[in-house]
């Protein structure tokens, strides 16, 4: 009896069957993830070079995010943090994907080698997992959806200027 668990981007979008098949086959994280309130984010310490925070509970690279930590880990849960509190703190970043005003220039745009494609992606966050190595929560387009996933450094490969 899994719980069915489908990461959308845009709740007001129609539905994408191969995007949530895809969803179906990403387990979801046993940290518990609190909904959070106006004027709060919810941030998940020890990403690098930055963490990341979140204004929504089910954003997708929260998740990615989230497994990552567990499977690096890691057990520092996620925090509940004032929006007036974390503008300060320079170890943090705005989420992509859930926040509209962030800092683009925190994030690094990269080639991810699916073993079959090679797709264009944007590197969110590092963790280091002890028997993979390092790895990044990273986005891309997977048949014109937008996922949050968790590639090994090996799997991420500079963008060519070409
Ligand atoms: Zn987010």
Redesign the pocket.
Known sequence: MGRKFTRKFDPESPRDLVAEEYDAHQPSPSMPIPRVARGWVLLLPGGKPLS?Y???HD????LADARLSEQCGENQGIQRVKVDEIGARPDCVA?????EETDYSKFKSCAVDTGTDRLQGTRLVWRADLAAGWCAVVIYKLRNRLVADIRTAGELKELSDS
């Open positions: 990341l979140h204004q929504r954003c997708a690279a929260l989420c992509l994907l859930c926040i």
